[in-house]
């Protein structure tokens, strides 16, 4: 079984900090997702990544397969990315099932 | 954009009861998904679907969980007879392709169980 920890779990940033989020994984996998979940509960998919790296806006998120390793990182933040950060991985032999970590709460203050 | 879309956005129950929940996934995508977020815990994989039949499912959907597709858009999880560790909320999900896709998640239905 596959174990995904992400540090850290809690993050409080001042608007406009650069901020990252790591996930850890143990077992080889054939993607990862990164979500953001809102405090109403609904969750939106930010990236799926399998290798390198992918920008989008201010966010960009990167995974390094040899390491089970990957970073989100939120360029000059703002009060609005405040949310729920969550990765989720896909296991090599488990077909589309998603194993998810715990999730980083990210507040940024103004 | 098209969005996933679940309904109720809560449902109250009594334990013993069934309940069901709804999804109208993507239209074009071929794979369901349903999760669980029991409250201040992870998001847990139930069961994925596809082709009218479940593709994988995890230990936790066990005989009190269903899973159906009656029509061309609805998809629905059933729990024939719900216990208070049923409480949580639920994810409905779809995607286009199997592997190494996006998979899109609808807002949730909260489900309280008495």
């Known amino acids: 079984k596959n174990e995904v920890e992400q540090s850290p779990q809690n993050l409080t940033a001042q608007e406009g900090e650069f901020i990252t989020i790591n996930c850890s994984y143990s077992v080889g996998i054939s993607a990862l997702h990164w979500l953001q979940q809102h405090p109403g509960g609904g969750i939106v998919s930010l990236f799926m990544?399998?290798?390198g790296k992918k920008k989008h806006g201010r966010l960009i998120a990167t995974i390094n397969i040899q390491e089970k390793h990957s970073s989100l990182h939120i360029t000059a933040s703002h009060p609005r990315d405040s949310a729920v950060y969550i990765c989720?991985?896909?296991?090599?032999?488990?077909?589309?099932?998603?194993?998810f970590g715990g999730g980083t709460r990210l507040m940024v203050k103004p | 954009e098209p969005e996933v879309t679940q309904t109720p956005s809560h449902q109250v129950t009594q334990m013993g009861q069934e309940v069901i929940l709804r999804c109208v996934p993507i239209s074009n995508h071929l794979y369901f998904y349903w999760y669980r977020q029991i409250l201040g815990q992870k998001v847990e994989f139930l069961v994925s679907?596809?082709?009218?039949?479940?593709?994988?499912k995890s230990e936790i959907f066990d005989d009190q969980f269903s899973v159906e597709r009656p029509d061309g858009s609805n998809f629905t999880l059933k729990i024939r007879s719900t216990k208070l560790e049923d409480s949580a909320m639920y994810f409905c999900?779809?995607?286009?392709?199997?592997?190494?896709?996006?998979?899109?998640f609808g807002p949730g239905t909260r489900l309280l169980v008495l």
């Open positions: 989720a991985v896909m296991n090599n032999n488990a077909g589309n099932m998603l194993t």
């Open positions: 990544l399998s290798s």
């Open positions: 999900a779809s995607s286009d392709t199997r592997v190494q896709e996006t998979q899109y």
């Open positions: 679907f596809y082709n009218n039949e479940i593709s994988e």
